[in-house]
C-alpha cells in the first residue's frame, strides 16, 4: 500500500501539492481485530447448585466414555492453547467449594477426571475479535543483536472483544535509521499470566482510597479493625468472611464488604512463561474493579534516579459502575505489578507519567476536571495530591475538551506534549504543546492547527471521527505516533521535528 501524505488546514486534509503549513506521513503499516486471538477463561454456567450437578453427571460417566470424551477434547483445543492441560486443570480447582459440599474429595478423582470437569467450566473468549485500537510505543528493554541503526520496540493496544471487555496486548518490532517500520508477525496462541494476589497493604492508605471511592467506611472499620497496621490479602479476606457471619448487616452494608473485596484485588501481580513472545502475552482483567475491562494504558519508560529503568502505565480499571485509576509496573514485560493509585485528583482517566523526575519529584498530566490538561507533583507515585492547570482549550477543534495523548517527550526545545482534543460533530483529534524543561506547568508553545485528523479511511468504525493515540516517541528527529482509528483499528503516523518546531507558537 503506498504511503499518503496529509496537510492539514483548519482540520480539513488537503493533498501535498498544495503549499500548506504541516505536513504528517501516515504508514501504511494497519492493526486489525483479530478473532483468533483467544484465551480459555473460567466459566461457571447457572450458579452452584447447576455446577454441582454438572460435576455429577461427569463422574458418573463409564471410564471408558469419560477417557474418549478427554480425548476428543484435547485434540479439538491442544493447538488452539499454549497449554490446555493446565487451563483445565487450573479451572478445576476452582471449583473446590462446590467439591466440597459434594462431599468429594479432589484426591479420589484421576487427574482424567480432574481434567474433563474442568472442561465443563471453561470457555474461549476471543480477546481483540471488536477492536484493536488506543496504541503506545516505547523502546523495548531487549535492544541486543540488532544492526546499525535499529531500535526494538513494543507496541501496547487496548484490545475489545465479546462484551465490550478490554485488556492489554502487546507487538513488538524494529524501526530502522531511516524510521522504517517493520513489525514482528503475531502467532495465535496467546498466554495468560499467572496471577498472585499475594500483596502486603498498608492499612491507613488502604482505608483512605476507600474512601476516596465510597466517601463512606462504617463496614470499613469493622473489617480493619482486626488488622495489624501492615496485613496481606488473606488476611484481608478472613476478616471479611467473619464480617459476613454478622446476620445483622444490612444489603446496602453487605454491598459495602463487596466493594472492599475488589478494591483488595485491585493490587496483584502478574508473571508470564519465560518462553513466550511478546504478542502471546494478554493482561486481561482478573479483579472485581477491572471486570469490564482494562482502558487505554499510557506506556512511558522511566528514567530512575540511580538510572535504572522502569516502565509504568496508567490505565482505567471500569467494573460496569466505577472507575478506578491504577498504575502498572515492570522491568521486563514479563512480571507485572498492578495497584491503584491514590489521592484526591487520581480519580480521572487519561493520566500520564513524565519519563523521569522534576526537580526532585514525580511528574504527572492529567485532566483532573475532564475538560484542561493540569500537572501534578508527588513524591511518590502512588499519591497525588494537588494539580495545576496548565492548558485549557483556546481553538475551535478543541472547544469540547482536551487531554494528553501519552507521556510527555523530552527534547533540548522543552517537553513536547501530544494532546488529544474534541471538536464540532465530537470530532478527535490530536495537537502539541511545549512545556519548560525545569518548570513543565509552563506552556512556552502550542500549535494553532491539528497534528492529526481522521481522514475519510479513518473517521467510520466502532466510535466515529476519532484519532486517539496514548503515548508516543522520538527517533532520528521525527516524531513516531502509533495512533486509533475510529476505536477500531490502529496504525502509525510521524513528522520530522523540525517542522513540527516551526509550526508551533510560543506563547
Known amino acids: 500500500m503506498k504511503i499518503e501524505y496529509y496537510k492539514y488546514i483548519c482540520g480539513t486534509i488537503t493533498p501535498q501539492v498544495f503549499i500548506m503549513p504541516l505536513t504528517v506521513k501516515r504508514s501504511p503499516i494497519r492493526f ?12 461457571l454456567p447457572g450458579g452452584d447448585s447447576k455446577a454441582a450437578l454438572i ?53 479420589s478423582l484421576t487427574m482424567k477426571q480432574k481434567l474433563l470437569i474442568g472442561a465443563y467450566f471453561t470457555q ?35 484490545a475489545t472483544g465479546e462484551g465490550h471487555i478490554s485488556s492489554i496486548v502487546f507487538r513488538g518490532g524494529i524501526i530502522d535509521k531511516d524510521n522504517k517500520i517493520s513489525m514482528v508477525e503475531p502467532g495465535n496462541l496467546v498466554d495468560v499470566p499467572k496471577t498472585v494476589k499475594r500483596y502486603v497493604y498498608d492499612k491507613n492508605k488502604f482505608k483512605k482510597k476507600f474512601k476516596e471511592i465510597e466517601r463512606d467506611g462504617k463496614i470499613l472499620n469493622l473489617i480493619t479493625d482486626r488488622l495489624q497496621d501492615k496485613f496481606i490479602y488473606g488476611e484481608l479476606m478472613a476478616s471479611i468472611v467473619d464480617t459476613l457471619k454478622n446476620e445483622n448487616l444490612t444489603q446496602p452494608e453487605k454491598s459495602e464488604v463487596v466493594r472492599i473485596h475488589w478494591l483488595a484485588t485491585s493490587h496483584y501481580e502478574t508473571t508470564f512463561s519465560l518462553d513466550t513472545a511478546i504478542s502471546e502475552r494478554v493482561i486481561f482483567p482478573v479483579s472485581y474493579s477491572e471486570t469490564n475491562g482494562i482502558e487505554d494504558a499510557r506506556f512511558v519508560r522511566f528514567t530512575e534516579d540511580d538510572g535504572s529503568i522502569t516502565y509504568y502505565a496508567t490505565y482505567t480499571a471500569y467494573n460496569g459502575h466505577t472507575i478506578l485509576s491504577n498504575l502498572l509496573e515492570t522491568k521486563d514485560f514479563y512480571h507485572f505489578k498492578i495497584e491503584p493509585l491514590y489521592g484526591e485528583y ?9 519519563p523521569r523526575k522534576i526537580n526532585g519529584k514525580y511528574a504527572m498530566v492529567s485532566r483532573y476536571d475532564g475538560y484542561a490538561n493540569y500537572i501534578m507533583y508527588s513524591d511518590n ?23 494528553n495523548a501519552g507521556s510527555p517527550l523530552e527534547t533540548d526545545r522543552g517537553w513536547l506534549l501530544i494532546t488529544h482534543s474534541v471538536g464540532p460533530m465530537r470530532r478527535y483529534g490530536l495537537g502539541a504543546v511545549l512545556l519548560d524543561l525545569d518548570d513543565p506547568s509552563k506552556v512556552i508553545a502550542r500549535l494553532k492547527e491539528p497534528l492529526l485528523m481522521p481522514n475519510e479511511e479513518e473517521r467510520d468504525g466502532y466510535v466515529p471521527n476519532i484519532i486517539y493515540s496514548c503515548g508516543s516517541i522520538i527517533l532520528n528527529n521525527e516524531l513516531i505516533i502509533p495512533y486509533a482509528m475510529s476505536d477500531y483499528a490502529s496504525s502509525f503516523a510521524s513528522i520530522s521535528m523540525d517542522v513540527l518546531f516551526n509550526e508551533m507558537v510560543f506563547v
Not at 484493536?132 to 544492526?147: A, G, H, T, Y
Not at 487520581?346 to 513524565?354: D, H, S, T, V
Not at 502512588?382 to 487531554?403: C, D, L, M
Request: proline share 5%.
Open 124 to 158: 474461549e473468549y476471543s480477546i481483540e475479535s471488536a477492536a484493536f485500537f488506543n496504541p503506545s510505543i516505547v523502546l523495548d528493554p531487549d535492544q541486543f543483536n540488532l544492526e546499525e541503526g535499529q531500535t526494538r520496540v513494543i507496541v501496547s493496544f487496548r
Open 55 to 107: 460435576i455429577q453427571n461427569v463422574l458418573n460417566l463409564s471410564k471408558e466414555k469419560s477417557n474418549l470424551l478427554l480425548d476428543q477434547i484435547l485434540k479439538n483445543f491442544s493447538k488452539r492453547h499454549r497449554n490446555i492441560t493446565n487451563i483445565l486443570e487450573g479451572n478445576f480447582k476452582l471449583l473446590k467449594n462446590i467439591l466440597t459440599d459434594l462431599k468429594i474429595n479432589p484426591r
Open 32 to 43: 486489525y481485530p483479530n478473532p483468533k486471538k483467544i484465551i480459555a477463561r473460567f466459566y
Open 381 to 403: 507515585i502512588n499519591v497525588w495530591q494537588s494539580a495545576t492547570k496548565i492548558q485549557e482549550p483556546v481553538y475551535p477543534w478543541e472547544f469540547v475538551k482536551i487531554g
Open 346 to 354: 487520581a480519580l480521572e482517566k487519561g493520566m500520564a507519567i513524565f
